[in-house]
């Protein structure tokens, strides 16, 4: 089992920043693709980006890229979410997730592991 943990959510205002951590904990973390997803009210869960756990290689959705940055540190065990730039459609819960595989990582269904999510809101 890998448990995941979000922190870092909170309110804040249009063109404003935030950084959001997630810390893993129970196997190798480094081992182990690790992605972003959001989900608005009334909204399925979508793609925000992922980190491959081969090559170390990040990825975005066209709706964040250029804002958001994905990075990892494998001996703290954690992984972050830059997010700059911040649009009241970025509002959601955000959700960290971790699986096995290098390939597929836009899908929800690729992952075996996710955090509790922690909420982001952009507002005035």
């Known amino acids: 089992q890998l448990q995941l943990a979000e922190s870092g959510g909170g309110l804040v205002q249009p063109g404003g920043s935030l950084r959001l951590s997630c810390a893993a904990s129970g196997r190798i973390f480094s081992s182990y693709s690790m992605g972003w997803f959001r989900q608005a009210p009334g909204k399925e869960r979508e793609f925000v980006g992922f980190?491959?756990?081969?090559?170390?290689?990040?990825s975005y959705a066209d709706s964040v890229s250029g804002r958001f940055t994905i990075s990892r540190d494998n001996a703290k065990n954690s992984l972050y979410l830059q997010m700059n730039s911040l649009k009241p459609e970025d509002t959601a819960v955000y959700y960290c997730?971790?699986?096995?595989?290098?390939?597929?990582?836009?899908?929800?269904?690729?992952?075996?592991?996710w955090g509790q999510g922690t909420q982001v809101t952009v507002s005035t």
């Open positions: 997730a971790a699986g096995r595989r290098s390939a597929l990582l836009m899908l929800t269904r690729t992952y075996d592991y």
């Open positions: 980190i491959n756990w081969i090559n170390g290689r990040a």
